[in-house]
């Protein structure tokens, strides 16, 4: 039979008090006696004391009311609450690849429309659901240009900073060894703060400083990374970004993280993209060129190992396995975009832009040749160390205003081509990146965007707090740049 319920009322709560003072007194009387005992001085007693009993009671009650759970320790509210977000932010995603692949007119703007791709290899503890970056590499292109810019990035491990689960080393090292052999005992650089601000900065295409997350206008375009048959690539990029994240800010909150980096379904914008470009060889058909994501998944999936020439990794290229360097994941994806969507406008494809990438002679900047990279024997046994030129620095403009703000259903504002009509009804391009809101676009000449904000102008409001660590490399901020009081945290101390 259930215990009955404590019921917490007026009366209830002074008959307890009268209890435990007869208590105290060495009279004991059960509780089912005290309601007779009680009831005359209950009576009694005047209303604003009979108030007050009340009010004690009903907040005994209140803070009595314990959560639902569910089977794994999780409250049920919470994990409503996760659901919800992640249903939200999937529609945001899918309205914002609809809108950007919907302008017209759809011959100008697909070929020069600009993507930028991403894939980690991680330090993988899957029993704890632990993800970190130790390689990222992010690539921007398009179908008229192929690859435009390259960014590489090696990074070592610190279970302290990382804060990763108690004794990770071996199912981190067993994960390494059966997929990209970056282990935790690799020595690469583990200065997470300058990494973000990296990843950041090539995402904006300019260089980046701390006071960035005190901006609350910052708006970046989405990345892309594609599922595997296997893994759901798009959570794995996603919470070890996150992880990265929490390594570099105090304070860190997914929310202001998900404000800030936003990881898209690289197979959707696939299939969309190529249907879209397949309308403008085929205009007023209803047929679709890929029909399905799974369809798109499975093209992504497939090796094309012949594309690359030089991967650009020291460390993968040190051990033969061009195949596992997340360098050829994405230049992989750029091949296969290409060569289902170029045909249907016109473009030829280009050696080193859209297929045999050789990724040293590129115009972009391969991150990182570092000096003595030191390989464990856990990840290979055959090689010796040896020592590697060191890494040539990522080019960076100085920002430019930020457009826009963050809105639940974010609008593609980034990195596309302006387009004119002139009286002939010829298409003039503009050389600027700026862009119009794709609402306004429809079937009608577009003009460049002229709203800006002043980034630099911080308000001492942000999303975290840049850690701060002790390095030669990164650039120190002057007083104009550090936040108030009422950034969200205080600079992290290596």
């Given at each position: 039979m259930a215990p009955k319920k404590k019921v917490y009322n007026g009366y209830a709560l002074f008959m307890m008090e009268t209890r435990d003072k007869l208590l105290s007194q060495g009279v004991k009387v059960s509780m089912a006696d005290m309601a007779v005992h009680c009831k005359k001085d209950w009576e009694k007693m005047s209303d604003e004391m009979k108030e007050n009993y009340k009010a004690k009671g009903k907040q005994m009650k209140n803070n009595a009311k314990v959560g639902k759970y569910t089977s794994l320790g999780e409250k049920v509210e919470d994990v409503v609450k996760l659901s919800e977000?992640?249903?939200?932010?999937?529609?945001?995603?899918?309205?914002?690849?609809?809108?950007?692949?919907?302008?017209?007119?759809?011959s100008h703007y697909?070929?020069?429309?600009?993507?930028?791709?991403?894939?980690?290899?991680?330090?993988?503890?899957?029993?704890?659901g632990f993800y970190f970056p130790a390689e990222i590499s992010m690539a921007e292109f398009s179908l008229e240009n192929g690859l435009i810019r390259?960014?590489?990035?090696?990074?070592?491990?610190?279970?302290?900073?990382?804060?990763?689960?108690?004794?990770?080393?071996?199912?981190?090292?067993?994960?390494?060894?059966?997929?990209?052999?970056?282990?935790?005992?690799?020595?690469?650089?583990?200065?997470?703060?300058?990494?973000?601000?990296?990843?950041?900065?090539?995402?904006?295409?300019?260089?980046?400083?701390?006071?960035?997350?005190?901006?609350?206008?910052?708006?970046?375009?989405?990345?892309?990374?594609?599922?595997?048959?296997?893994?759901?690539?798009?959570?794995?990029?996603?919470?070890?970004?996150?992880?990265?994240f929490e390594s570099a800010v105090r304070d860190a909150e997914r929310s202001d993280f998900n404000?800030?980096?936003?990881?898209?379904?690289?197979?959707?914008?696939?299939?969309?993209?190529?249907?879209?470009?397949?309308?403008?060889?085929?205009?007023?058909?209803h047929d679709l060129a890929l029909p399905s994501v799974a369809m798109a998944t499975?093209?992504?999936?497939?090796?094309?190992?012949?594309?690359?020439?030089?991967?650009?990794?020291?460390?993968?290229?040190?051990?033969e396995l061009a195949h596992v360097c997340s360098n050829y994941f994405v230049c992989k994806w750029i091949n296969i975009l290409s060569a289902h969507c170029c045909r249907y406008v016109d473009i030829e494809l280009v050696s080193g832009r859209h297929y045999d990438f050789d990724l040293p002679k590129t115009d972009c900047t391969v991150e990182e040749r570092f000096e003595k990279i030191n390989i464990s024997k856990?990840?290979?046994?055959?090689?010796?160390?040896?020592?590697?030129?060191?890494?040539e620095t990522l080019g960076a403009d100085s920002w430019p205003s930020l457009e826009g703000t963050s809105a639940n259903i974010p609008k593609p504002i980034w990195n596309r081509p302006v387009c004119k009509e002139n009286a002939n009804?010829?298409?003039?391009?503009?050389?600027?990146?700026?862009?119009?809101?794709?609402?306004?676009?429809?079937?009608?000449?577009?003009?460049?965007?002229?709203?800006?904000?002043s980034w630099w102008k911080i308000a001492g409001h942000g999303r975290g707090v840049i850690s701060q660590v002790n390095s030669d490399n990164q650039n120190q901020l002057n007083d104009n740049s550090k936040p108030t009081s009422k950034g969200r945290g205080i600079f992290r101390k290596k």
């Open positions: 977000d992640n249903k939200s932010q999937a529609n945001a995603m899918y309205a914002y690849i609809d809108v950007l692949l919907d302008m017209q007119p759809a697909l070929p020069k429309q600009k993507f930028i791709l991403i894939h980690i290899n991680p330090y993988t503890c899957e029993k704890e390259m960014f590489h990035q090696l990074i070592g491990f610190d279970k302290v900073r990382t804060n990763a689960p108690h004794a990770p080393t071996a199912d981190i090292n067993n994960h390494a060894a059966n997929n990209h052999k970056i282990d935790v005992f690799s020595m690469f650089p583990n200065n997470y703060t300058e990494v973000l601000l990296k990843i950041i900065g090539f995402i904006m295409n300019k260089e980046v400083n701390a006071a960035i997350l005190s901006d609350l206008t910052l708006d970046m375009p989405p990345i892309y990374t594609a599922h595997t048959p296997i893994e759901n690539e798009l959570m794995i990029t996603s919470s070890s970004l996150f992880k990265l404000n800030i980096i936003r990881v898209y379904h690289l197979d959707k914008l696939f299939m969309k993209l190529k249907n879209a470009c397949y309308k403008v060889k085929n205009p007023g058909t499975d093209s992504l999936s497939k090796d094309v190992v012949n594309t690359i020439k030089t991967i650009g990794c020291s460390f993968h290229e040190k051990l856990f990840a290979v046994d055959n090689f010796d160390n040896k020592e590697i030129n060191e890494p009804g010829k298409t003039i391009t503009n050389k600027e990146d700026n862009f119009p809101q794709p609402g306004e676009l429809k079937n009608a000449p577009v003009t460049a965007m002229t709203g800006m904000n």
